[in-house]
Protein backbone atom coordinates (compact mmCIF):
# COMPACT_ATOMS: atom_id res chain seq x y z
CA UNK A 1 0.00 0.00 0.00
CA UNK A 2 1.28 3.76 -0.44
CA UNK A 3 2.17 5.83 2.44
CA UNK A 4 0.62 8.68 3.12
CA UNK A 5 2.68 11.47 3.06
CA UNK A 6 2.72 14.49 5.52
CA UNK A 7 4.60 17.95 4.52
CA UNK A 8 5.74 20.13 7.17
CA UNK A 9 6.39 23.57 6.19
CA UNK A 10 8.19 25.41 9.03
CA UNK A 11 11.60 27.75 8.63
CA UNK A 12 12.50 26.22 11.67
CA UNK A 13 15.00 23.35 11.94
CA UNK A 14 14.31 22.74 15.39
CA UNK A 15 10.05 22.39 15.17
CA UNK A 16 10.48 20.32 12.34
CA UNK A 17 12.76 17.78 14.02
CA UNK A 18 10.29 17.59 16.42
CA UNK A 19 7.51 17.35 14.72
CA UNK A 20 9.30 14.60 12.56
CA UNK A 21 10.10 12.61 15.97
CA UNK A 22 6.47 13.11 17.61
CA UNK A 23 4.84 11.47 14.09
CA UNK A 24 6.92 9.60 12.56
CA UNK A 25 5.81 5.88 12.18
CA UNK A 26 6.88 3.60 9.88
CA UNK A 27 3.48 4.01 7.35
CA UNK A 28 4.31 7.70 7.15
CA UNK A 29 6.26 9.48 5.18
CA UNK A 30 7.37 12.97 6.18
CA UNK A 31 8.53 15.41 4.09
CA UNK A 32 10.12 18.48 5.25
CA UNK A 33 10.91 22.27 3.84
CA UNK A 34 11.70 25.93 5.23
CA UNK A 35 9.90 28.04 3.28
CA UNK A 36 5.86 28.72 1.55
CA UNK A 37 7.24 28.66 -2.03
CA UNK A 38 9.18 25.60 -1.27
CA UNK A 39 6.06 24.47 0.56
CA UNK A 40 3.63 24.98 -2.87
CA UNK A 41 6.10 23.92 -5.02
CA UNK A 42 6.42 20.42 -2.89
CA UNK A 43 2.97 20.08 -2.38
CA UNK A 44 1.76 20.81 -6.17
CA UNK A 45 4.52 17.97 -7.35
CA UNK A 46 4.02 15.13 -4.12
CA UNK A 47 0.53 16.01 -3.59
CA UNK A 48 0.90 14.87 0.08
CA UNK A 49 -1.87 13.70 2.22
CA UNK A 50 -1.47 16.22 4.82
CA UNK A 51 0.29 19.74 5.15
CA UNK A 52 1.32 21.05 8.79
CA UNK A 53 2.15 24.62 8.01
CA UNK A 54 4.03 27.39 10.04
CA UNK A 55 2.32 30.80 10.12
CA UNK A 56 5.22 33.20 10.58
CA UNK A 57 8.13 32.38 8.15
CA UNK A 58 10.05 34.81 5.81
CA UNK A 59 9.72 34.88 2.53
CA UNK A 60 5.58 34.04 2.01
CA UNK A 61 3.62 33.80 5.57
CA UNK A 62 1.42 30.64 6.54
CA UNK A 63 -1.88 32.86 5.79
CA UNK A 64 -0.43 33.69 2.20
CA UNK A 65 0.86 30.11 1.09
CA UNK A 66 -2.29 28.30 2.51
CA UNK A 67 -4.14 31.07 0.39
CA UNK A 68 -1.86 29.68 -2.82
CA UNK A 69 -2.65 26.48 -1.96
CA UNK A 70 -6.46 26.36 -1.35
CA UNK A 71 -6.53 28.85 -4.75
CA UNK A 72 -4.97 25.83 -6.81
CA UNK A 73 -6.78 23.16 -7.90
CA UNK A 74 -4.01 20.61 -7.63
CA UNK A 75 -3.41 21.28 -4.01
CA UNK A 76 -7.05 23.32 -2.74
CA UNK A 77 -8.11 19.02 -1.24
CA UNK A 78 -4.94 18.56 0.81
CA UNK A 79 -6.26 19.17 4.28
CA UNK A 80 -3.62 22.21 6.16
CA UNK A 81 -3.05 22.26 10.02
CA UNK A 82 -1.53 25.58 10.90
CA UNK A 83 1.40 25.15 13.87
CA UNK A 84 0.98 27.99 15.41
CA UNK A 85 2.65 29.94 18.19
CA UNK A 86 -0.11 33.16 18.20
CA UNK A 87 -2.90 31.51 20.64
CA UNK A 88 -4.92 34.25 19.86
CA UNK A 89 -8.48 34.36 18.47
CA UNK A 90 -7.89 36.80 15.63
CA UNK A 91 -4.80 34.59 14.10
CA UNK A 92 -6.60 31.33 14.54
CA UNK A 93 -9.83 32.62 13.22
CA UNK A 94 -7.85 34.36 10.05
CA UNK A 95 -6.21 30.63 9.98
CA UNK A 96 -9.88 29.28 9.22
CA UNK A 97 -10.69 32.05 6.89
CA UNK A 98 -7.64 31.21 4.22
CA UNK A 99 -8.62 27.78 4.59
CA UNK A 100 -6.88 25.52 7.12
CA UNK A 101 -8.60 22.54 8.30
CA UNK A 102 -7.34 22.95 11.91
CA UNK A 103 -4.71 24.27 13.75
CA UNK A 104 -2.06 23.35 16.65
CA UNK A 105 -0.04 25.26 19.26
CA UNK A 106 3.37 25.47 20.13
CA UNK A 107 4.89 24.18 22.34
CA UNK A 108 3.56 20.92 21.12
CA UNK A 109 1.91 18.32 23.22
CA UNK A 110 2.71 15.55 21.37
CA UNK A 111 -0.64 13.35 21.61
CA UNK A 112 -2.62 16.54 20.85
CA UNK A 113 -0.33 16.85 17.48
CA UNK A 114 -0.84 13.10 16.80
CA UNK A 115 -4.52 13.05 17.53
CA UNK A 116 -5.01 16.06 15.32
CA UNK A 117 -3.36 14.31 12.60
CA UNK A 118 -4.78 11.75 13.08
CA UNK A 119 -8.30 12.80 12.37
CA UNK A 120 -7.66 14.13 9.49
CA UNK A 121 -5.80 11.37 7.90
CA UNK A 122 -9.24 9.53 8.80
CA UNK A 123 -10.98 12.19 7.33
CA UNK A 124 -9.61 12.12 4.03
CA UNK A 125 -9.57 8.46 3.51
CA UNK A 126 -12.89 8.38 4.16
CA UNK A 127 -13.32 10.76 1.40
CA UNK A 128 -11.09 9.12 -0.92
CA UNK A 129 -13.67 5.95 -0.05
CA UNK A 130 -16.60 7.59 -0.61
CA UNK A 131 -15.04 9.18 -3.80
CA UNK A 132 -14.15 5.32 -5.39
CA UNK A 133 -17.66 4.03 -4.16
CA UNK A 134 -19.34 7.11 -5.93
CA UNK A 135 -17.77 6.43 -8.78
CA UNK A 136 -18.03 2.52 -8.58
CA UNK A 137 -22.09 3.01 -8.64
CA UNK A 138 -21.95 5.59 -11.61
CA UNK A 139 -20.11 2.65 -13.45
CA UNK A 140 -22.56 0.52 -12.32
CA UNK A 141 -25.42 2.21 -13.28
CA UNK A 142 -24.22 2.31 -16.67
CA UNK A 143 -22.71 -0.97 -17.15
CA UNK A 144 -24.49 -4.75 -18.15
CA UNK A 145 -23.59 -7.30 -14.92
CA UNK A 146 -22.90 -9.63 -17.16
CA UNK A 147 -20.91 -8.63 -19.99
CA UNK A 148 -19.72 -5.28 -18.73
CA UNK A 149 -20.50 -3.47 -22.08
CA UNK A 150 -23.03 -0.27 -21.43
CA UNK A 151 -26.34 -1.16 -20.91
CA UNK A 152 -29.44 0.14 -22.78
CA UNK A 153 -29.95 3.25 -20.59
CA UNK A 154 -26.54 4.29 -21.59
CA UNK A 155 -26.36 3.87 -25.47
CA UNK A 156 -29.39 5.46 -25.96
CA UNK A 157 -27.99 8.28 -23.92
CA UNK A 158 -24.59 8.36 -26.11
CA UNK A 159 -26.62 7.91 -29.42
CA UNK A 160 -28.91 10.81 -28.78
CA UNK A 161 -25.67 13.08 -27.58
CA UNK A 162 -24.38 11.74 -31.02
CA UNK A 163 -27.52 12.57 -33.11
CA UNK A 164 -27.73 15.90 -31.57
CA UNK A 165 -24.26 17.21 -31.95
CA UNK A 166 -22.81 15.42 -35.21
CA UNK A 167 -24.18 15.53 -38.46
CA UNK A 168 -22.46 12.45 -39.88
CA UNK A 169 -24.34 9.60 -41.28
CA UNK A 170 -24.65 6.69 -38.49
CA UNK A 171 -25.64 3.32 -38.67
CA UNK A 172 -27.43 1.33 -36.18
CA UNK A 173 -27.26 -3.11 -35.97
CA UNK A 174 -29.26 -4.52 -34.10
CA UNK A 175 -27.55 -8.36 -33.34
CA UNK A 176 -29.40 -11.54 -31.98
CA UNK A 177 -28.03 -14.88 -31.30
CA UNK A 178 -29.62 -17.17 -33.10
CA UNK A 179 -31.80 -20.12 -31.01
CA UNK A 180 -30.10 -18.87 -27.91
CA UNK A 181 -32.96 -20.44 -25.47
CA UNK A 182 -31.52 -23.89 -27.30
CA UNK A 183 -28.06 -23.08 -26.54
CA UNK A 184 -29.43 -22.68 -22.93
CA UNK A 185 -31.41 -26.00 -22.68
CA UNK A 186 -28.58 -28.05 -24.41
CA UNK A 187 -25.75 -26.34 -22.71
CA UNK A 188 -27.06 -24.87 -19.20
CA UNK A 189 -27.35 -21.16 -18.00
CA UNK A 190 -23.64 -20.74 -17.02
CA UNK A 191 -22.42 -22.04 -21.30
CA UNK A 192 -25.19 -19.53 -22.24
CA UNK A 193 -23.68 -16.36 -19.75
CA UNK A 194 -20.87 -17.29 -21.04
CA UNK A 195 -22.09 -17.16 -25.19
CA UNK A 196 -23.18 -13.95 -23.73
CA UNK A 197 -19.67 -12.34 -22.61
CA UNK A 198 -17.66 -14.31 -25.18
CA UNK A 199 -19.72 -12.54 -28.08
CA UNK A 200 -19.37 -9.26 -26.21
CA UNK A 201 -15.67 -9.45 -26.25
CA UNK A 202 -15.71 -10.03 -30.06
CA UNK A 203 -17.84 -7.41 -30.72
CA UNK A 204 -15.89 -5.00 -28.81
CA UNK A 205 -12.58 -6.18 -30.26
CA UNK A 206 -13.66 -5.48 -33.96
CA UNK A 207 -15.28 -2.36 -33.37
CA UNK A 208 -13.47 0.78 -33.74
CA UNK A 209 -12.92 3.53 -30.99
CA UNK A 210 -15.66 5.70 -32.13
CA UNK A 211 -18.70 3.17 -32.18
CA UNK A 212 -21.04 2.43 -29.59
CA UNK A 213 -21.64 -1.04 -28.60
CA UNK A 214 -24.50 -2.04 -25.91
CA UNK A 215 -26.73 -5.28 -24.13
CA UNK A 216 -29.98 -4.23 -25.61
CA UNK A 217 -32.14 -7.12 -23.85
CA UNK A 218 -31.79 -10.79 -23.23
CA UNK A 219 -29.40 -12.03 -26.37
CA UNK A 220 -29.40 -8.77 -28.55
CA UNK A 221 -26.24 -6.56 -29.08
CA UNK A 222 -26.74 -2.38 -30.43
CA UNK A 223 -23.91 -1.24 -32.23
CA UNK A 224 -23.76 2.63 -33.58
CA UNK A 225 -21.15 3.21 -36.45
CA UNK A 226 -20.61 6.95 -37.15
CA UNK A 227 -19.27 8.44 -40.05
CA UNK A 228 -19.58 5.30 -42.62
CA UNK A 229 -20.93 4.49 -45.90
CA UNK A 230 -23.80 2.58 -46.15
CA UNK A 231 -21.61 0.03 -47.84
CA UNK A 232 -18.81 0.07 -45.36
CA UNK A 233 -21.72 -0.29 -42.48
CA UNK A 234 -22.76 -3.67 -44.20
CA UNK A 235 -20.00 -4.74 -44.07
CA UNK A 236 -18.95 -4.31 -40.60
CA UNK A 237 -22.25 -6.23 -39.68
CA UNK A 238 -21.13 -9.07 -42.03
CA UNK A 239 -17.88 -9.40 -40.39
CA UNK A 240 -19.12 -9.11 -36.88
CA UNK A 241 -21.68 -11.85 -38.13
CA UNK A 242 -18.78 -14.18 -39.70
CA UNK A 243 -16.02 -13.55 -36.69
CA UNK A 244 -18.67 -14.53 -33.98
CA UNK A 245 -20.16 -17.42 -36.47
CA UNK A 246 -16.61 -18.90 -36.80
CA UNK A 247 -15.53 -18.71 -33.26
CA UNK A 248 -15.63 -22.06 -31.12
CA UNK A 249 -17.68 -22.21 -28.06
CA UNK A 250 -16.78 -25.10 -25.90
CA UNK A 251 -18.83 -26.33 -23.14
CA UNK A 252 -17.23 -29.84 -21.20
CA UNK A 253 -15.47 -30.75 -24.62
CA UNK A 254 -18.35 -30.36 -26.76
CA UNK A 255 -17.53 -27.79 -29.23
CA UNK A 256 -20.64 -25.68 -30.78
CA UNK A 257 -21.15 -22.90 -32.48
CA UNK A 258 -23.21 -19.92 -32.87
CA UNK A 259 -24.23 -17.30 -35.46
CA UNK A 260 -26.38 -13.94 -35.40
CA UNK A 261 -28.95 -12.26 -37.23
CA UNK A 262 -28.51 -8.52 -37.45
CA UNK A 263 -30.49 -5.91 -39.07
CA UNK A 264 -28.77 -2.68 -40.33
CA UNK A 265 -30.56 0.89 -40.86
CA UNK A 266 -28.86 4.17 -41.38
CA UNK A 267 -30.50 6.58 -38.65
CA UNK A 268 -33.31 8.80 -39.48
CA UNK A 269 -32.58 12.00 -38.16
CA UNK A 270 -36.02 13.52 -39.03
CA UNK A 271 -37.83 10.27 -37.08
CA UNK A 272 -37.28 9.68 -33.46
CA UNK A 273 -35.09 7.78 -31.69
CA UNK A 274 -37.94 5.32 -30.70
CA UNK A 275 -38.62 4.91 -34.29
CA UNK A 276 -35.25 4.15 -35.36
CA UNK A 277 -34.66 1.15 -32.67
CA UNK A 278 -38.71 0.23 -34.51
CA UNK A 279 -37.07 0.04 -37.84
CA UNK A 280 -33.82 -1.76 -36.72
CA UNK A 281 -35.91 -4.04 -34.82
CA UNK A 282 -38.05 -4.91 -38.28
CA UNK A 283 -34.97 -5.42 -40.44
CA UNK A 284 -33.56 -7.59 -37.91
CA UNK A 285 -37.13 -9.43 -37.81
CA UNK A 286 -37.05 -9.91 -41.62
CA UNK A 287 -33.82 -11.65 -41.05
CA UNK A 288 -35.03 -14.25 -38.45
CA UNK A 289 -38.12 -15.14 -40.68
CA UNK A 290 -35.93 -15.29 -43.56
CA UNK A 291 -33.34 -18.04 -42.44
CA UNK A 292 -31.64 -16.37 -39.63
CA UNK A 293 -27.33 -16.24 -39.49
CA UNK A 294 -27.51 -13.06 -42.39
CA UNK A 295 -27.85 -9.08 -42.21
CA UNK A 296 -30.65 -7.41 -43.41
CA UNK A 297 -30.65 -3.72 -44.57
CA UNK A 298 -33.54 -1.98 -44.11
CA UNK A 299 -32.89 1.02 -47.59
CA UNK A 300 -34.26 4.29 -46.19
CA UNK A 301 -37.06 5.08 -48.66
MG1 LIG B 1 8.38 30.24 11.95
Redesign the pocket.
Known amino acids: MEKDTILVV???DI?CSIIKGILESPSLHIDIVHSGEEGITIAKELHPTLILL????SGIDGYETCRILKNSDETKDIPVIF?T?NNDPKSILKGFEVGAADYVSKPFIPEELKARVKVHMQNIKNQRELHILMQELKEMAVTDYLTKLHNRRYFMEQLQVFVTESTSDIFLILFDIDNFKKINDIYGHNTGDLVLVTISKILKLLLRKEDILGRWGGEEFMICLPDVTENAAIDFANRFRQEVGGYHFNCNGTVFQCTLTGGVIQYDRSISLEKNFTKVDQALYVGKSSGKNRCIYSYPK
Open positions: DDSIDIIMIG
